[in-house]
């Protein structure tokens, strides 16, 4: 029979004497849970202020040239710009929040096994397009 460094005869070992726990230094304390070390991965000012201003200014120059209607053509040029931009906006904050690990309701977990629910992705499509559809016929009617 092989012997290791750790192993002996029942007649070698002592009794444990009467401080000692059982088990070893181990068994001394509670149970320790384990947990993240990296820290939580969060939006930042400094990440969500461009995307902000940018959407900020893209709804407002889609607006004001809808609410006022200057005349002349240009007011239908800036509203198709501003409306770029909040869509651009949106685009952007929309890979920020997968950056960092948000995902949209109804859709799986960024790196999961789970396959997206066919209905909810084609909700999403059926509401992005109707609102494009809007706001392109109500920039259209500016001319």
């Not at 070992?13 to 969060?42: I, M, N, S, T, Y």
């Amino acid at each position: 029979m092989e012997a290791g460094p750790r192993d002996s005869s029942p007649a070698d070992a002592e009794p444990p004497g009467p401080g000692a726990v059982g088990g070893g230094p181990l068994d001394a304390g509670p149970p320790v849970e384990p947990h993240e070390l990296r820290p939580q991965r969060k939006l930042r000012l400094w990440q969500l202020a461009p995307i902000v201003v940018l959407g900020a200014l893209g709804s407002l120059m889609f607006a004001f040239p809808l609410a006022f209607e200057p005349g002349g053509s240009s007011g239908a040029v800036v509203s198709m710009l501003g409306l770029l931009l909040c869509g651009c906006a949106a685009g952007w904050g929309v890979m920020a929040a997968r950056r960092v690990g948000h995902t949209w309701p109804g859709l799986p977990a960024r790196g999961s096994d789970r396959r997206p629910d066919w209905r909810v992705v084609a909700l999403y499509a059926v509401v992005v397009c109707t609102l494009v559809v809007l706001a392109v016929w109500r920039v259209a009617r500016l001319r």
